[in-house]
């Protein structure tokens, strides 16, 4: 079974550029959640959407950062133009049913890193 | 709001040794659940070991396990006979039952020395 999809595994962009970071939940698995982790520290939640809805999104900065999770296709973080401070480590993880905890955690993807010049 | 320390930021022992990384969590809520995620040198989070809060009984899973003390919101894990493969990083995670967000600690950098 495949777990977490996370593309692409490392992205590059210049200041002012747009980076778009994609997730394919586990198989089966309709809900979706998006955390950065800059360096040296541990991961702050942004976002978490199920097909076609965003859920909560009291993590997410006010500007520049949205995120998608359409009827077909992954789930697209997208940070419309990048500042050095956006270089980070962005993981998504999805859960099959409500419930970040109990019998359904979180599985998490290997993370895309995201390095401003 | 909820949070969630790590007061050791790195710790060290020799391989086969007992090592315990402490957690303490803040939160109003009753029904919650907790877990240790492992972070190793690849990046991957891997989830490690999970709690609900609601059992009194410590979780356990191989040579991991916790000790929950859910009056002092204390939660710590324990790893036996230590391996270098359990080098990584550790971060405890807080949820509450129903919320889905996960909030993490700062991590502990764990370290077996060979």
């Known amino acids: 079974n495949a777990g977490v999809m996370q593309n692409p595994r490392h992205l590059v962009r210049r200041r002012g550029q747009e980076a778009r970071l994609r997730c394919s939940p586990m198989k089966g698995h309709s809900h979706v959640y998006w955390y950065r982790q800059l360096p040296e520290e541990g991961l702050k939640f942004m976002v978490y959407?199920?097909?076609?809805?965003?859920?909560?999104e009291s993590g997410m900065p006010k500007e520049r950062f949205s995120a998608e999770f359409p009827k077909e296709g992954p789930s697209i973080l997208r940070i419309q133009q990048v500042v050095r401070g956006d270089s980070a480590a962005y993981f998504c993880a999805s859960s099959p049913i409500t419930g970040g905890g109990g019998n359904q955690p979180q599985h998490f993807g290997d993370g895309t890193r995201l390095s401003i010049l | 709001a909820q949070t969630v320390t790590q007061s050791q930021p790195e710790m060290s022992v020799q391989e086969a040794e007992t090592v315990t990384l402490s957690c303490t969590y803040d939160t109003s809520e009753n029904n919650y659940y907790l877990f240790w995620y492992k972070q190793p040198p690849s990046r991957q989070m891997i989830l490690v070991i999970r709690q609900e809060a609601y059992k009194q009984q410590n979780a356990t899973e191989n040579r991991f396990s916790v000790n929950f003390q859910k009056a002092a919101k204390s939660f710590s894990l324990k790893i036996s006979d230590s391996q270098l493969g359990d080098t990584a990083m550790y971060f405890c995670?807080?949820?509450?039952?129903?919320?889905?967000?996960?909030?993490f600690g700062t991590g502990t950098r764990l370290t077996i020395i060979p």
């Open positions: 959407l199920q097909k076609e809805n965003i859920i909560d």
């Open positions: 995670a807080f949820t509450n039952f129903g919320n889905e967000k996960l909030t």
